[in-house]
């Protein structure tokens, strides 16, 4: 009885989302306007703060704030916009990030254990940077600006603000972390004098994402990516190797610690073989889990993309065609973060108590979050295709539920017991239950026409 009971409340959520569309929610135009943007405030992610912005490019980061949900998971959605020919220099984030190249071409160079990994990422592709790995970002397409989407994963061994950058790169702005070290250290750890240190510390102030092209200050970055590839290893091992004490030659050093925290083994420039190299993972290539006349949804767990078991984050891409609705579901299992990429359209999600959370329209680069169990829908507008991305907080496969249509739980759980418990008869129920053919994603009709 308890599992029936479970699925009624269920099918007491569907059957209110029925009845609401059908009404259109005028009454949240209402009275009840104020009420509905405080709702719409905890669902809708617009919190965004510009944390870089130089002549070359610059990144937002929206906030996740759940303050009424306790122990969520700190994840916050990042945008990188960067001018052709441009570079983000080389750091390390207290933050796992996963990237997905929305438009242009990227070239990303990354330590991964003992080894420089670089990788051209293309529109759609997916490519994990884990916390601690020093890392840089290069816009390869010619006159293209690059634009990328990332999850950012705080790590919970740090307790200051939203995440923190670590610049290996820099002078005035920004600041190398090597710069915190007295000038003699850094002059016997680099083995060069104090005024060449001092030359390197302080000629860049261009801000962490600079032009390649029409610089003095860009020179030293130019020629580092003009380097054959070990150059480059070596280069970015000497950045690392710097002692807390230049006269105590036995102590380790403390950057080479932190290093071989997150990669377990230290820096050697040694080649183990390809086999065991991160890899990107591209999302628009990918054959649908799920692909109907009125759209499509993919979803990328640790079985497809390995690089996700260790960051615990999913992906998703949904594509609904004008007028289209992903029925409505829940996540057992992942809270989930989205982003409109094209279009525009509904969302709209209840409460635990079957009463509407949250009825509004998104637009594209809107950011939203669906708590884990929360019912929730998307309706597209019917002016055009509505696209949307997005990230979940588990890399296993979510396997969500949905409420209404022919894979829906009211197809699992008919019989006597269940239409009961609503007052209706077997047959009645089994007439409203098979009233949709359609599954998962579902057709326009004229109860839409207002989206």
Known sequence: MGKITSASLLFVVAMCYAVAMGRGYDHHEGSEGGERRERERMFLLRDMKRIVRTDAGEMKVVRSSHGWISEMPNIHVGFVTMEPDSLFVPQ??????????????????????????????????????????????????????????????????????????????????PTSVLAGFERSTLSIALNVSESQVRQILTRQKSGPIISLSNSHQSRVWTQFLEMKHYERVQCLKRMAQVHEEATEQDEEPIMWKLLNSVFGNQVSGKDEGRSSKPDSYNLFEMTPDFENDYGSSVAVDQSAYS??????????????????????????????????????????????????????????????????????????????????????????????????????????????????????????????????????ILPPTSAFQGY
């Open 307 to 440: 690089p996700l078991r260790q960051s615990g984050v999913g992906l998703y891409l949904v594509n609904l065609t004008a007028g289209s609705m992903m029925a409505p579901h829940l996540n057992p299992t992942a809270t989930e973060y989205g982003i409109v990429l094209r279009g525009s359209g509904r969302i709209q999600v209840v409460f635990p108590n079957g009463t509407l959370a949250m009825n509004a329209r998104v637009n594209e680069g809107d950011v939203f979050w669906i708590p884990r169990y929360f019912p929730f829908c998307q309706i597209a507008s019917h002016s055009g295709p509505f696209e949307f991305f997005g990230f979940t907080t588990s890399a296993r496969r979510n396997r969500p539920q949905f409420l209404v249509g022919s894979n829906s739980v009211l197809q699992s759980m008919r019989g006597p017991a269940f239409a009961a418990a609503f007052g209706v008869s077997e047959e009645r129920l089994k007439k409203i239950v098979n009233a949709q053919s359609e599954s998962t």
């Open 92 to 173: 390390y984030l207290d933050s796992d990030l996963i990237l997905f190249i929305r438009r242009g071409e990227a070239r990303v160079g990354s330590i991964y254990k003992d080894e420089l990994i670089e990788k051209r990422l293309n529109c759609g592709d997916v490519y994990r940077i884990p916390a601690g790995s020093i890392f840089y970002l290069v816009n390869t397409a010619d006159g293209q600006q690059l634009h990328v989407i990332c999850s950012i994963e705080k790590s919970d061994s740090i307790g200051w603000g939203t995440f923190q950058s670590f610049f290996i790169g820099g002078g005035s702005n």
